[in-house]
T-cell receptor
Framework: AQKITQTQPGMFVQEKEAVTLDCTYDTSDQSYGLFWYKQPSSGEMIFLIYQGSYDEQNATEGRYSLNFQKARKSANLVISASQLGDSAMYFCAMREDSLILTGGGNKLTFGTGTQLKVEL | DADVTQTPRNRITKTGKRIMLECSQTKGHDRMYWYRQDPGLGLRLIYYSFDVKDINKGEISDGYSVSRQAQAKFSLSLESAIPNQTALYFC?????????????????FGPGTRLTVL
């Protein structure tokens, strides 16, 4: 089974509207972390937001919020008031803390990404 | 200045050549990683290092080697490059830090190196 599943290969949203990018994850760990990264066409990976598995509040960073539903194992990214500069590939990733003990070393497992296009 | 830098940013080479990709960081993090990105596959881990004496293979280490010269430097080598190693390569660092809110996790990526093997 995929550890991180992003079911939307591509999304379109109109400028100033909100958009939700889906991410579901699969882990048996109790302690883990979920990340969202933005990758513009220039290629760099830009950290957006982080949610720890024990965090009770949904993470927010400016226009980004993470809708964390632990029982459903979902960690959707919500971008409010979309801007043209938000057009990019977005990756969801997970850190599983048990991997520290089994040799995985805090690596991140990535989904296949969602290409977001913001239109006028 | 960028916290995680990679050199070169772009490289075109031929099959069979030895290539070294370098990564430097000023974050002060002990943990460093090399990932590769292929279209449609997200990022996959090649190697990682917890400190200068600790090197570990990731899920796709065949055909690659690494060297941790110092806390701040982690190099990836392709001993004999082949075309299916054409990809975007990322170096990353991570560590826990203490903040006013408690223990926080940081993970940062370098700008990437586009490698093309002809």
């Amino acid at each position: 089974a995929q550890k991180i599943t992003q079911t939307q290969p591509g999304m379109f949203v109109q400028e100033k509207e909100a958009v939700t990018l889906d991410c579901t994850y699969d882990t048996s760990d109790q302690s883990y972390g979920l990340f969202w990264y933005k990758q513009p066409s220039s290629g760099e990976m830009i950290f957006l937001i982080y949610q720890g598995s024990y965090d009770e509040q949904n993470a927010t960073e400016g226009r980004y919020s993470l809708n964390f539903q632990k029982a459903r194992k979902s960690a959707n990214l919500v971008i409010s008031a979309s801007q043209l500069g938000d057009s990019a590939m977005y990756f969801c990733a997970m850190r599983e803390d048990s991997l520290i003990l089994t040799g995985g070393g805090n690596k991140l497992t990535f989904g296949t990404g969602t290409q977001l296009k913001v239109e006028l | 200045d960028a916290d995680v830098t990679q050199t070169p940013r772009n490289r075109i080479t031929k099959t069979g050549k030895r290539i070294m990709l370098e990564c430097s960081q000023t974050k002060g993090h002990d943990r460093m990683y090399w990932y590769r990105q292929d279209p449609g596959l997200g990022l996959r881990l090649i190697y990682y290092s917890f400190d200068v004496k600790d090197i570990n293979k990731g899920e796709i280490s065949d055909g690659y080697s690494v060297s941790r010269q110092a806390q701040a430097k982690f190099s990836l080598s392709l001993e004999s490059a082949i075309p299916n190693q054409t990809a975007l390569y990322f170096c990353a660092t991570s560590d826990y830090t203490y903040t006013l809110a408690g223990l926080a996790w940081e993970q940062f990526f370098g700008p990437g190196t586009r490698l093309t093997v002809l």
